[in-house]
T-cell receptor
Framework: AQTVTQSQPEMSVQEAETVTLSCTYD???????LFWYKQPPSRQMILVIR??????QNATENRFSVNFQKAAKSFSLKISDSQLGDAAMYFC??????????????FGTGTRLTIIP | GAVVSQHPSWVICKSGTSVKIECRSL??????MFWYRQFPKQSLMLMAT?????????EQGVEKDKFLINHASLTLSTLTVTSAHPEDSSFYIC???????????FGDGTRLSIL
C-alpha cells in the first residue's frame, strides 16, 4: 500500500515571501500521479498542481511549483510571492496510474499554512 | 468547468435517523465518484469508490450497511448514513472524475452533526 507523509503540521510565511512544503511518499509502483490540494476554511478541496511520475520536468502553475525527486520519493511544493489568499491546509496526495482499476487518492496528513501580513 | 455540487452543505439530525447526501456533477459525466470522510483537523479518508451502474467498493473498515452508496446515473451519487449516531458526525466530501487518470473534482462537502 502507498503512504504519503507530510512532516510539517504547520508552516508560516511572510506575505510576498517564498515557502516550501514537504511531502514524501512510499510506493513500489513506477507509474503514478502526485497532487497538491489546497483546503481553505470553506473546506472545499482545490487542486493546486499535478505531477505525472513519468515526466522529469517539474510541474509549474503560476506561483506554484514542485520539486519532484522520484528516486528520493519526494514531492515538495514551493509557493512564491505568498499571498493572504494562500492561507489554507495543504494536502499532498498520491494516485496510481490505471486505466480501469482503483484510482483512489491517498492523502498526507496536511500542512496548515499561515500567511503573515 | 468540472463542477461538483454537494447537498446539503450542513445537516443536523437526531440520533437514529438516516441522512442522505447528494453529489452531482453539473457539467460532466462522472463515471467514477468517491466518498471521503474528514474528522476535524485530520486528513481525508476514502470511504468508498463507486462506478456508475455498479456496486460501490468500500475501503477496509467501512460498514457497507451503515454507509449506503448509490451511483445510479452519470451525474448523481448518494451517500446514505443509516441509523446515524453521534460518532458518525463528521465532514463528508465527494469527488468525481469523468475518465481514467484525470484529476478528481471535489464537492464543497457536507457537515453532518448527529445529536
Amino acid at each position: 500500500a502507498q503512504t504519503v507523509t507530510q512532516s510539517q503540521p504547520e508552516m508560516s510565511v511572510q506575505e510576498a515571501e517564498t515557502v516550501t512544503l514537504s511531502c514524501t511518499y512510499d510506493t513500489s509502483e513506477s507509474d503514478y500521479y502526485l497532487f497538491w490540494y489546497k483546503q481553505p476554511p470553506s473546506r472545499q478541496m482545490i487542486l493546486v498542481i499535478r505531477q505525472e511520475a513519468y515526466k522529469q520536468q517539474n510541474a509549474t502553475e503560476n506561483r506554484f511549483s514542485v520539486n519532484f525527486q522520484k528516486a528520493a520519493k519526494s514531492f515538495s511544493l514551493k509557493i512564491s510571492d505568498s499571498q493572504l489568499g494562500d492561507a489554507a491546509m495543504y494536502f499532498c496526495a498520491y494516485r496510481s496510474h490505471t486505466y480501469f482499476g482503483n484510482e483512489k487518492l491517498t492523502f498526507g496528513t496536511g500542512t496548515r499554512l499561515t500567511i503573515i501580513p | 468547468g468540472a463542477v461538483v455540487s454537494q447537498h446539503p452543505s450542513w445537516v443536523i439530525c437526531k440520533s437514529g435517523t438516516s441522512v442522505k447526501i447528494e453529489c452531482r456533477s453539473l457539467d460532466f459525466q462522472a463515471t467514477t465518484m468517491f466518498w471521503y470522510r474528514q474528522f476535524p483537523k485530520q486528513s481525508l479518508m476514502l470511504m468508498a469508490t463507486s462506478n456508475e451502474g455498479s456496486k460501490a467498493t468500500y475501503e477496509q473498515g467501512v460498514e457497507k450497511d451503515k454507509f449506503l452508496i448509490n451511483h445510479a446515473s452519470l451525474t448523481l451519487s448518494t451517500l446514505t448514513v443509516t441509523s446515524a449516531h453521534p460518532e458518525d458526525s463528521s465532514f463528508y466530501i465527494c469527488s468525481a472524475t469523468d475518465r481514467p487518470n484525470q484529476p478528481q473534482h471535489f464537492g464543497d462537502g457536507t457537515r453532518l452533526s448527529i445529536l
